[in-house]
């Protein structure tokens, strides 16, 4: 029967069993639908999230989301609490369903939304349609009228992928987030999923009830850490409290000010380097100058996997204060934002993961993490990745997108020229040699691009240039970002050149320090001085610890587009590597 086939398609679809919820709630939907004879997909994937029901038109769609609660009470903006459960408040998630397949779906067709809520009369909205019996359904489905064959199929083979970066909301939003935070992010297909709205929703009631708090926010590339960091940051601000969003990396936090203007002096770095950063011992000092005796109600730590431990131990200044992390994304070896040490140095916290994926899809995101593990993987589908073997081709294609429109963005290994500012009498030549990090001739004197035209540099002022690289408005194929430029950040298509640091030999992964000019952080702890000493002192080396950093470099260049990645390998043994794990 129906229901049968719901289970097992849902088995085959998503490799797991439903739940016992799941199941009992297909069982009712399917008696009700009983004899309703209209062309219709069930458990339509939106992300990581799920419609019920979508019903398909001419050229039209109905999605339905059906709710079999009894009991429905309100506890605040985006969530209620069902049968004594908090979840997502039902029109906010239609609406936000229907909000993304208008805007991100291939099909093209016209989709409109009905919450159908058939155990419960008390539940009112004026965000969406409600209706609660089945012949006030069917009136919804005799008004579309049933579609043909090809429009449920333009539907079941097309795509949900994002065609917007949240700094072209941030961007465009600026006067209605200062009213709405989160209505304002729906509006344009951002709305939150489940698991963020109760975060939000909890944070924003430990401002309300005065409590101290602190909440842990785990989540892995692309999983939403960053638009529900700022959706928190904007609503307390909007709400009259004093709030801040803080941040390490210099080159994410001049594109968020640069974006956020009216925002931009409750943006702040954590770590300085000072001593006047948020986590920093100096900040009271800081803070006294600026704000007075002022109470901070909220600090929301975006990219919190790049404290140190003493920055944990100093950074709550709040009487909230939120982490966001992914101990994936570490970057350098003085870097501890772990689950463990937050557990350790936090008190009093709430923890939290979010799951879903918002920028490159999960199953993408795991794929990257196989062929970093040196497991054999298979690439979705749906999401378009290339390997080239000419740089030239790969550019061609990334150009081609470019003109029509698309947003690219172009990120390299940090190897081959140290992209340093200019400091002191360089003769202008030396000055362009550091800076190119494509073409001929180059700092390290690799000579791969002799003989083509093609010259791309580093990305290398953040008050300026990457906020208007990030924004779309230079070149994406004439500057590159490294991975200290492009975390936190997205394109639509991303375009990675794959250094000769990690390479394959012998059937595995390890690294040759010779060509890592990545010379971030401390002196004698940047990854150049860790690599190279696995050279020169091979007794005093931790070659784990380097193997951990470099490929926590690849797996954030790797996921940072919505749509696709191309990538092109310095190394032609690394490139046929990754052709054998990824079977392209």
């Known amino acids: 029967g129906t229901y049968d086939k719901l289970v097992e398609a849902y088995r085959e679809s998503y490799g797991e069993e439903p739940s016992l919820e799941q199941k009992n709630a297909w069982r009712k939907l399917v008696d009700l639908l009983k004899g309703l004879e209209f062309p219709s997909v069930w458990e339509f994937p939106i992300f990581n999230e799920r419609a019920d029901i979508i019903f398909v038109g001419k050229g039209r769609a109905l999605v339905v989301e059906a709710k079999g609660w009894r009991n429905v009470r309100k506890l605040g903006e985006g969530i209620v609490e069902a049968d004594g459960e908090e979840r997502l408040d039902p029109c906010y998630q239609l609406t936000n369903y229907v909000t993304k397949l208008n805007l991100f779906h291939s099909s093209g067709l016209k989709f409109d939304g009905v919450l159908f809520m058939y155990n419960n009369r008390d539940y009112m909205s004026d965000e969406c349609r409600v209706v609660r019996t089945i012949d006030e359904l069917r009136k919804e489905l005799d008004q579309m009228g049933p579609g043909p064959e090809e429009d449920l199929e333009r539907l079941v083979n097309g795509r949900v992928v994002l065609s917007k970066t949240l700094l072209d909301i941030l961007n465009r939003e600026k006067d209605s987030l200062k009213r709405d935070v989160a209505r304002a992010l729906l ?90 950063g948020v986590g920093e011992e100096k900040f009271h000092e800081w803070f006294r100058k600026h704000f007075g005796d002022k109470e901070i109600d909220l600090v929301v730590f975006d990219e919190a996997q790049r404290m140190t431990e003493e920055v944990i131990k100093n950074s709550q200044r709040g009487r909230v204060n939120v982490y966001f992390y992914d101990d994936d994304q570490v970057l350098l070896i003085n870097e501890a934002g772990t689950e463990e040490n937050f557990r ?71 190897t081959e020229s140290e992209g340093r500012k200019s400091k002191g ?160």
């Open 187 to 276: 509006t344009e297909g951002f709305g939150l999923s489940e698991e963020q709205m109760k975060v939000l929703g909890r944070v924003m009631r430990a401002l309300e009830n005065g409590e101290r708090r602190n909440f842990l926010v785990k989540g892995g590339s692309g999983s939403g850490k960053t638009l529900l960091a700022v959706t928190i940051f904007l609503e307390a601000l909007s709400r009259g409290y004093l709030a801040f969003l803080a941040y390490k990396n210099n080159r994410l936090i001049n594109v968020l000010r640069d974006t956020m203007k009216d925002w931009s002096g409750f943006i702040l770095y954590y770590s300085r380097g000072d001593g006047h």
């Open 344 to 414: 350790k140095y936090l008190g009093n916290s709430e923890e939290y993961e979010l799951t879903s994926a918002f920028r490159a899809p999960k199953e993408f995101a795991h794929a990257v993490k196989g062929v970093l593990e040196g497991k054999r993987v298979e690439i979705p589908q749906y999401y378009d990745f290339r390997i080239f073997s000419r740089i030239e081709d790969m550019f061609k294609e990334l150009g081609a997108l470019y003109e029509k429109g698309r947003k690219v963005a172009l990120i390299c290994a940090f």
């Open 425 to 584: 009498k360089k003769s202008k030549n030396q000055d362009s040699i550091e800076k190119l990090r494509i073409g001929y001739p180059l700092q390290s004197g690799f000579d791969l691009y002799k003989g083509t035209d093609i010259r791309v540099k580093w990305l290398m002022n953040e008050r300026t240039e990457y906020p208007r690289y990030w924004r779309g408005e230079l070149h994406p194929l004439k500057y590159c970002a490294s991975v200290y430029g492009s975390q936190g950040l997205e394109a639509e298509y991303v375009g990675v050149v794959w250094g000769r640091d990690l390479i394959w030999r012998n059937n595995g992964w390890t690294f040759d320090p010779d060509p890592i000019t990545d010379n971030v952080g401390d002196k004698k702890k940047t990854l150049k001085s860790l690599a190279s000493r696995c050279k020169t002192d091979p007794g005093n080396c931790d070659r784990e610890k380097v193997m951990r950093l470099l490929k926590n470099r690849y797996y954030i260049m790797l996921t940072r587009g919505m749509r696709g990645t191309f990538v092109f390998f310095e190394d032609k043994e690394t490139e046929n590597a990754v052709r054998q794990l990824t079977g392209i």
